[in-house]
């Protein structure tokens, strides 16, 4: 339990910020509707670019250079499909990778959002395009 009033609980995740073309790359799993950022949760024991590279390869099967790994924000927002109150707290990173991005296992498809693009997206990645759209590092439409 957290402090916070109303909060029953958190999920702890790491998401790669990747942009191109003005738009920010994310991923939709098979049998779902809304895109998020592409990433997951640490193990036991995995530091934050630890999971990352790991969630990241499983994903878009392309390998990140954890050397160039930088922080860029971490965001809170309610978890979609979980009980009321239940908070997912992403931390959003930016890293170098090679390779190509391309859906693996539980991934049906990839996008490059624009602000635009809030209806297709989870709450988490609502909020990282406001963000990224108010620094003028996303397309607005």
Do not use: N, Q
Not at 54 to 83: C, F, M, N, S, Y
Request: aromatic share 4%; glycine share 10%.
């Amino acid at each position: 339990m957290t402090e916070e009033i109303g909060v029953i609980g958190v999920i702890e995740k790491v998401a790669w910020i990747r942009l191109e073309d003005g738009g920010l790359l994310a991923a939709r799993s098979h049998g779902r509707e809304l895109f998020y950022l592409p990433g997951g949760k640490p193990e036991p024991g995995e530091t934050h670019p630890e999971a990352l590279a790991r969630e990241i390869a499983e994903e878009l099967g392309v390998t990140l250079d954890r050397a160039t790994v930088r922080p860029l924000l971490t965001v809170e927002a309610p978890a979609h499909g979980k009980p009321a109150g239940t908070l997912v707290r992403t931390s959003c990173y930016t890293a170098d990778h090679t390779g190509t991005p391309a859906p693996c296992g539980e991934i049906a498809e990839l996008a490059h959002l624009t602000h635009g693009d809030h209806p297709r997206a989870s709450a988490t990645t609502r909020t990282v395009l406001d963000h990224l759209a108010a620094s003028g590092r996303l397309l607005r439409w």
